[in-house]
């Protein structure tokens, strides 16, 4: 396994080209199921994520063809109903995309509970409610989803009981070809929700959302697009905790700072100097920054896959704060990961209170990819050498983390473990 050292404590000075999003590459690499003819998606972010993904496509027979470091060619004409993939699958949350796009392809899809970042139970009867819903048969047995429709499927009016990423996008996903207007209320309007939406309607389909509601009048077929991924917000504001938390400056360049504003305007409250224009964002600040409590919520509000990151900044902040965790309440295993280099956090139902403390190296294991990215951040910001165990979970969803790092002047080495 290899893993992370990093010697921190000297202020992060540069600038980083923000990479596409992994959150927006997986469900649209998925959807490609639904075109017919060849589709150019650019923008593509190398993570371990992202690549698996194109894998379970290649596995199922689909043409995929490296263009550039960061452009694929995706032909699904010829892929088959039966998915293999298992072990990929498995792994990874987005492969319940699967469901959506073969159900609205072949009528029916097989395959095993998708995985993804372990934080607590992540159910997916928000996702069969809505196929259910459309007319199609849902069933979970060994660990395997079936769901598949005898007949037609048929459009409806659907309420998901909680906003749900995953459940907004499948339920589009399954309802493209629905005959009539399919409605899907309560939805997600996460940047990579208008992504989808983007990339579908390029191909044909006719998608409107206004505020949380979904209208999406079938289509009897999609064709092959070109599409650019839209810039990895996340990523964007992670490095912003590095440097908050380091001290320094950053440009991040390639980014879209509308999908940032919700952060900007904290991290203005906390002290930090923003300068932003539509696609570009300097951040500088060279002292402590401010404590503040935070409440994890929907789009457009503080994302959960923030919260980690966040956790660690507070650490070095003036007067410390409060997280509370709405989306995913038990996402906290990294805490005694930060408890280990000396973190005071005290950990309530829900939320954690953090103290300023003063931060000392140790070796360390990542518990997901955002706990990761949390670990990176104690350790940039702590002098002395901390060694981050499990990069496979960082990998997933950070590209070139190791360069563009050194490129703030981070002493930041990847290590094969033993
Ligand atoms: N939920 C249900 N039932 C469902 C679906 C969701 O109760 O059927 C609950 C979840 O348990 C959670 C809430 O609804 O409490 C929101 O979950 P959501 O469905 O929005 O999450 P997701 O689609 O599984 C995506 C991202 C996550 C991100 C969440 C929230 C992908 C591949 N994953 O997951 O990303 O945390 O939305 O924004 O898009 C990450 O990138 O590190 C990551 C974990």
Redo the contacts with the bound molecule.
């Keep these: 396994m290899e893993k992370l050292t990093i010697e921190g404590g000297g202020a992060l000075k540069g600038e980083i080209n923000v990479s596409g999003m992994?959150?927006?590459a997986?469900?649209i690499i998925f959807a490609t199921i639904l075109l017919k003819g060849d589709s150019v998606i650019k923008n593509i972010p190398l993570v371990s994520?992202v690549l698996n993904a194109l894998e379970i496509l290649r596995e199922m027979g689909a043409k995929i063809i490296v263009l550039d470091s960061h452009s694929v060619l995706i032909n699904t004409d010829d892929i088959s109903s039966e998915i293999k993939a298992y072990v990929l699958i498995s792994k990874?949350?987005?492969s319940?995309?699967l469901m959506g796009t073969m159900l609205a392809r072949f009528g029916h899809a097989k395959l095993p509970m998708?995985g993804?970042?372990n934080?607590?139970?992540?159910?997916?009867?928000?996702?069969?409610?809505g196929f259910s819903q459309l007319g199609a048969v849902c069933n979970e047995e060994n660990g395997f989803v079936s769901i598949s429709t005898k007949n037609p499927l048929k459009s409806t009016k659907i309420t998901?009981?909680?906003?749900?990423?995953?459940?907004?996008?499948n339920i589009v996903l399954a309802s493209v070809f629905i005959s009539g207007v399919t409605i899907i209320e309560n939805v997600?309007i996460?940047p990579?929700v208008d992504d989808l939406i983007h990339f579908l309607n390029s191909a044909g389909a006719k998608i409107i959302r206004y505020g949380r509601r979904i209208f999406c009048e079938g289509v009897k077929e999609l064709h092959g697009v070109e599409h650019e991924i839209y810039p990895d917000m996340?990523e964007a504001l992670t490095y912003l905790t590095f440097v908050g938390a380091a001290g320094g400056e950053i440009l991040l360049k390639d980014t879209n700072t509308e999908h940032l504003s919700y952060v900007l305007d904290i991290f203005t409250k906390m002290g930090a100097d923003i300068r932003k224009t539509k696609r570009e964002v300097k951040f500088c600040s060279y002292s402590s920054l401010n404590g503040i409590n935070v409440t994890t919520a929907?789009?457009p509000l503080f994302?959960?896959?923030l919260h980690p990151q966040f956790a660690s900044l507070l650490c070095f902040s003036k007067n410390g704060g409060i997280i509370k965790e709405?989306?995913?309440?038990t996402?906290f295993a990294y805490v005694g990961e930060l408890q280990k280099m000396g973190a005071c956090i005290v950990q309530g139902n829900g939320y954690i209170e953090i103290l300023p403390s003063k931060l000392h190296q140790a070796t360390v294991n990542a518990t997901?990819?955002?706990a990761g990215a949390a670990l990176i951040c104690a350790a940039l910001a702590t002098h002395g050498v901390s060694t981050i165990n499990n990069v496979n979970y960082i990998v997933?969803?950070y590209e070139d983390l190791t360069n563009k790092i050194s490129s703030l002047g981070g002493k930041i080495k990847l290590l094969k473990g033993e």
């Design positions: 992994k959150n927006s997986l469900p994520d990874m949350r987005a319940s995309y998708p993804g970042c934080f607590g139970v992540r159910p997916i009867e928000q996702h069969l409610n998901l009981d909680k906003i749900s990423v995953g459940a907004t996008i997600a996460e990579h996340i929907p789009y994302p959960t896959d709405e989306i995913f309440p996402r997901d990819l955002r997933r969803g």
